[in-house]
């Protein structure tokens, strides 16, 4: 059973407009969520997070909002760039495990 | 540039085969990890190692053994591979502390045929 879900596989954003992936989840003792950007050939990298008891968190273009009581946070991208087209994952930590959980990724393409 | 390197980037192995997926960081992190990517699956962990002297089984430990032979390195085996491993490779390390997320390598792509 998935704790943590990305129901959408992709998602294609014209250049200069908002981007906004999403990201539901089970468990309501996760109490820290993070986003990981990957392009193709390279290993995921920290993008931003958030802690559960934070309903937003901004780091320049990048904005990750979390509604605890809908068990669901999403990812803004303002504006949307060429080079942010990569595949994002959803991450949580806590609960019974210490080991982050990963979403299936959502692929966002940019187009020009 | 510090981080976390895997050896080697790319490998294929016929049915039976073994080998060993090396790991290597130099951030003095205790706690290390090795998941796989595949299409539609995202990243599932393998096994980890919480600190050193000590691993855990993840999501996916079968077929798999780990050895964490000292702080930096954590190396994973496949002792009998099979065509299901096909599949790309990331190690990872951290601080342990959940804020702060994990540092991946590049990856490993293994092909099993």
């Known amino acids: 059973d998935q704790q943590v879900k990305q129901n959408s596989p992709s998602l294609s954003v014209q250049e200069g407009r908002i981007s906004i992936l999403n990201c539901d989840y089970t468990?309501?003792?996760?109490?820290?969520f993070l986003w990981y950007k990957k392009y193709p050939a390279e290993g995921p990298t920290f993008l931003i997070s958030i802690s559960s008891i934070k309903d937003k968190n901004e780091d320049g273009r990048f904005t990750v909002f979390l509604n605890k009581s809908a068990k669901h946070l999403s990812l803004h991208i303002v504006p949307s760039q060429p080079g942010d087209s990569a595949v994002y994952f959803c991450a949580a930590s806590g609960g019974s495990q210490g080991n982050l959980i990963f979403g299936k990724g959502t692929k966002l393409s940019v187009k020009p | 540039n510090a981080g976390v390197t895997q050896t080697p980037k790319f490998q294929v192995l016929k049915t039976g085969q073994s080998m060993t997926l090396q790991c290597a960081q130099d951030m003095n992190h205790n706690s290390m990890y090795w998941y796989r990517q595949d299409p539609g699956m995202g990243l599932r962990l393998i096994y980890y190692s919480a600190s050193e002297g000590t691993t855990d089984k993840g999501e996916v430990p079968n077929g798999y053994n780990v050895s964490r032979l000292n702080k930096r390195e954590f190396s994973l085996r496949l002792e009998s591979a099979a065509p299901s491993q096909t599949s790309v490779y990331f190690c990872?390390?951290?601080?342990?502390?959940?804020?702060?997320?994990?540092?991946f390598g590049s990856g490993t792509r293994l092909t099993v045929v």
């Open positions: 468990n309501s003792m996760f109490d820290y």
């Open positions: 990872a390390s951290s601080e342990g502390d959940e804020g702060y997320g994990y540092t």
